[in-house]
């Protein structure tokens, strides 16, 4: 199942489960595997050529050995402290 079949099954069950609980449990699976699917499309997607967080120029050797890169390692680094 692709992951946005199975996202999309988790989102249908949360919505028509009869529990408070089971739907919030329901969302996060959801919200889960979204995630994932997110980040699998990153790891095979090409990238930027600038730096979406402070817009500069992604060196061509970032880019080379990071091609899913979309910012640059200062910011990188910082998305990384923060989160
Ligand atoms: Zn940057």
């Known amino acids: 199942m692709s992951d946005f ?9 949360a919505r028509t489960a009869p529990d408070v609980t089971d739907r ?5 699976e959801a919200d889960r595997i979204g995630g ?3 980040v699998r499309e990153r ?12 817009g500069i120029e992604i060196p061509a050797a ?3 050995a ?3 890169a979309v910012c640059c ?4 680094g910082l ?5």
């Open 36 to 38: 994932v699917a997110m």
């Open 5 to 13: 079949a199975e996202m999309a099954e988790a989102f249908e069950q």
């Open 43 to 54: 790891l095979q997607g090409q990238g930027a050529e600038e730096c979406e967080e402070c």
């Open 79 to 83: 998305r990384e402290g923060r989160v």
């Open 73 to 76: 390692v200062d910011c990188q």
């Open 62 to 64: 970032r880019r080379r």
């Open 66 to 68: 990071a091609p899913w």
């Open 24 to 28: 919030a449990t329901g969302l996060e």
